[in-house]
């Protein structure tokens, strides 16, 4: 039997173990701004270089929320999105990071820039 690679992209069936098992927490939400569920690949650029494929979960105006496997340093990273025809590349702040379910990791950080967004025919 084949066994994943533990640095491969989650998937949405991972993301979705996930979100249940944080769902039936009984925490306060403390969040102060409006957050939607947005769940696309991205990939994660950390500051040494490193692209570490990932799920969104969420996104505001200020902030980001990600899936992915393994660890990722606080601090500046970057995180691309990609629709059908523009790709989206926003600098994050992440500001923390933990384990969850299965070997995977969630985490958050705000925007440190607007998004640069190249679409294909602009290439």
């Known amino acids: 039997m084949?066994?994943?690679d533990p640095w491969s992209r989650p998937s949405v069936r991972d993301l979705r173990e996930v979100l249940e098992s944080i769902e039936r927490?009984?925490?306060t939400n403390l969040r102060t701004h409006e957050r939607i569920e947005l769940t696309v690949p991205a990939e994660i650029t950390t500051s040494r270089g490193n692209t570490v494929p990932a799920m969104t979960r969420e996104?505001?105006?200020f902030g980001i929320g990600m899936l992915h496997r393994g660890s990722i340093s606080l601090g500046e990273v970057t995180v691309k999105m990609a629709s059908e025809s523009r790709e989206y590349c926003?600098?994050?702040a992440v500001e923390w990071c933990m384990p969850c379910e299965n070997g995977?990791?969630?985490s958050g950080g705000r925007f440190l820039?607007?998004?640069n967004s190249v679409s294909e025919s602009d290439d």
Do not use: H, N
């Open 25 to 27: 927490l009984d925490v």
């Open 113 to 115: 820039s607007k998004p």
């Open 90 to 92: 926003y600098r994050v």
């Open 2 to 4: 084949k066994t994943p």
């Open 104 to 106: 995977m990791f969630i």
């Open 59 to 61: 996104i505001s105006r």
